[in-house]
């Protein structure tokens, strides 16, 4: 079992920077590929980043390249979005996921591989 807990949203100006955080708890937790989906009111939900669970390859959706990173802290169990240059069309709530399964280079890009989800924490981008 895998549990995710977001924290670092809020609001932000147009422009401006949030950090998230989802701290994981469980005790394979490195062999978790995780990643960063969202979900606007109105629309489907939306992959934003992924990490393998190798730690050396990531990805990240083309809405959001250049001004999203991912990080992660193995010993904390807590994996990082830095999110500058934030715009309006950035907000929504964001969800933290764990998959397992996955090879250790993979990074998994649909909702469906994902096992675990955290309970998502709101972002919002005033213009």
């Known amino acids: 079992q895998v549990q995710l807990v977001e924290s670092g949203g809020g609001l932000a100006q147009a422009g401006g920077s949030l950090r998230l955080s989802c701290v994981a708890s469980?005790?394979?937790?490195?062999?978790?590929?995780m990643g960063w989906f969202r979900q606007a009111p109105g629309k489907e939900r939306e992959f934003v980043a992924g990490m393998s669970w190798s730690g050396t390859r990531m990805d990240y959706a083309d809405s959001v390249k250049g001004r999203f990173t991912l990080s992660s802290d193995g010993a904390k169990k807590t994996m990082y979005l830095q999110m500058d240059s934030l715009k309006p069309e950035d907000t929504a709530v964001y969800y933290c996921?764990?998959?397992?399964?996955?090879?250790?280079?993979?990074?998994?890009?649909?909702?469906?591989?994902?096992?675990?989800w955290g309970q998502g924490t709101q972002v919002t981008v005033s213009s």
């Open positions: 469980g005790r394979t937790f490195s062999t978790y590929a």
């Open positions: 996921n764990a998959a397992s399964g996955l090879r250790p280079f993979d990074i998994a890009r649909r909702a469906d591989e994902y096992t675990y």
